[in-house]
């Protein structure tokens, strides 16, 4: 392989990150649907790690039918999703610390 191998799967995971925002409708907030989580409770970056565990399950079973690669890239995208959903979250929290805002419960832990 020419070149430098991260580059290619990095523009392959933008691609497939930036499809799936397009099957949830997500055109002008590309973080829409996985912040949308936080109206249920559940912290967006834990949601996120708990789909990278699924993937995760699904690649210590039977692999005949699985596209590894796929998982693999799926596994990526979950974990870029959570560190982008933490750098909203810590942006967020900036804000709200510099206006006087109480910190929210993830920021006390």
């Known amino acids: 392989m020419a070149g430098d191998p991260y580059w290619g799967i990095c523009v392959r995971l933008w691609r497939l990150l930036s499809r799936k925002r397009g099957y949830y409708g997500c055109r002008e907030n590309p973080l829409e649907n996985a912040l949308g989580v936080a109206q249920d409770g559940i912290e967006p970056w834990r949601y996120q790690a708990a789909r990278v565990g699924e993937k995760c399950r699904r690649l210590r079973g039977p692999l005949g039918t ?10 990526a995208g979950h974990a870029v999703v959570a560190i982008a959903c933490l750098e909203v979250v810590d942006e967020s929290e900036l804000d709200a610390v510099a206006s006087g805002a109480p910190r929210s419960r993830s920021q006390n832990n």
């Open 66 to 75: 699985i596209d590894i690669v796929r998982t693999m890239l799926d596994i």
